[in-house]
């Protein structure tokens, strides 16, 4: 699995890795340092070598890094077996409080993002469907 992630929450994308390195899961972490230009080759690399890819985001998923992401892979013809998107579904938080509040509110903490992760890698895909780009980030 690898996990692509941009800006602050790069940082709990990292702990993420951590976590799951400790219980014998392990993903790659691809830091993307901007979305336009994107790395193209990094995400298909990815792609390719993992099998399956998770973008996190500290915004709503729409238009976003995941979307950037999946536009790469399926104009490259990539398909990685399993695919979602973490970050706001959509609409504005009622939520107010600190950053590292908000993250585990919003499932984008360190161990919400390792733990989503796992689900991920003990879903068994299916090869008749497509990435799954509804997964993830909670509904607030």
Same mark, same amino acid.
């Given at each position: 699995?690898?996990?692509?992630?941009?800006?602050? !929450?790069?940082?709990?994308?990292?702990?993420?890795?951590?976590? @799951?390195?400790? +219980?014998?899961?392990?993903?790659?972490? @691809?830091?993307? /340092?901007?979305?336009?230009?994107?790395?193209?080759?990094?995400? @298909?690399?990815?792609?390719?070598?993992? +099998?399956?890819?998770?973008?996190?985001?500290?915004?709503?998923?729409? +238009?976003?890094?995941?979307?950037?992401?999946?536009?790469?892979?399926?104009?490259? +013809?990539? /398909?990685?077996?399993?695919?979602?998107?973490?970050?706001?579904?959509?609409?504005?938080?009622?939520?107010?409080?600190?950053?590292?509040?908000?993250?585990?509110?919003?499932? @984008?903490?360190?161990?919400? !993002?390792?733990?989503?992760?796992?689900?991920?890698?003990?879903?068994?895909?299916?090869?008749?469907?497509?990435?799954?780009?509804?997964?993830?980030?909670?509904?607030?």
């Amino acid at each position: 699995m690898t996990i692509i992630a941009s800006g602050g !929450i790069l940082k709990e994308v990292l702990e993420a890795a951590d976590i @799951l390195a400790q +219980g014998e899961f392990r993903c790659s972490v @691809l830091g993307m /340092h901007t979305i336009k230009p994107i790395d193209r080759q990094a995400i @298909l690399e990815a792609g390719l070598q993992t +099998g399956g890819i998770v973008t996190v985001e500290e915004h709503t998923v729409d +238009g976003g890094l995941g979307s950037a992401v999946a536009e790469v892979c399926m104009d490259a +013809g990539v /398909h990685p077996r399993r695919f979602v998107r973490l970050g706001l579904r959509s609409g504005f938080s009622s939520i107010v409080g600190a950053q590292e509040y908000l993250r585990k509110c919003y499932g @984008l903490d360190s161990a919400s !993002i390792a733990m989503a992760v796992q689900r991920l890698l003990h879903e068994r895909p299916q090869a008749s469907e497509g990435p799954d780009v509804n997964g993830g980030g909670a509904d607030k």
